[in-house]
């Protein structure tokens, strides 16, 4: 029903790259953030890039357009598919992101709502709303949706059409699998995979819900 995306947010290179070795045959995508990067080097990319897997780069890039493309550039020169960025900055700094994902021949998704209780405090009152409708207008691939909130998703569905939804939030922050899983387009599974003690079977038990 969905893609099953690994979430890395380990920090050390050895741990890295055995956990995703062992989950390669179960997960659809890889997303490496800073806690790895920032750990390892951008050069982690390139390792977890001889799997195969499309890699997503979770640096919620928000800045002026300029410094956003220059960001999006080396991610994508790095080996990454594609680049999630924050909305807030705005309809610019978005399309600067979108521009250096298709020049790269990659994706860009766009935080519509994060997936944390605090997030509210921000993302409520038709902001995320907004955002969809930002993401339509400016040719980005997709949306981060809180799995946490899978009425807000069937929302945000409804404005985004045939763009994707990629949902974290499943797993360690309570999100239902069952129930997230015919709602989204990948399902983001980070500590409930790479902190269980057998990483591998630990993604397996979310094979009823792939695609
Ligand atoms: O709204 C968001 N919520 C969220 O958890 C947007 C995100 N990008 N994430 C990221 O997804 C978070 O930074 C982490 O890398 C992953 C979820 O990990 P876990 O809660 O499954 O361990």
Sequence with gaps: MTDLVLSLDVTDRTSALSIAAACAEEVDAIKVGYPLVLGTGLGIARDLADLGLPL?????????????MLICDQVFEAGFSAVIAQAF?????????????????????????MSHPGALTFFSEGVPEAICRLVVENGADGIIAPATRPARIKVLRNLIGEKK??????????????????????????????GAVDPAAAARAYAPYRR
């Design 165 to 194: 939804i990629l949902s974290p939030g499943v797993g360690a922050q309570g999100g239902d699998p069952a129930e997230v899983a015919p709602l989204v387009d990948g399902m983001i599974v980070g500590r409930a995979i790479y």
């Design 56 to 68: 997503i780069a979770d640096f919620k890039v928000a800045d002026i357009p300029n410094t956003n």
């Design 89 to 113: 900055p705005g309809p610019d700094s978005i399309a600067a992101c979108v521009e250096s994902a298709h020049a790269h021949g990659g994706e860009c998704y766009v935080v519509a709502e």
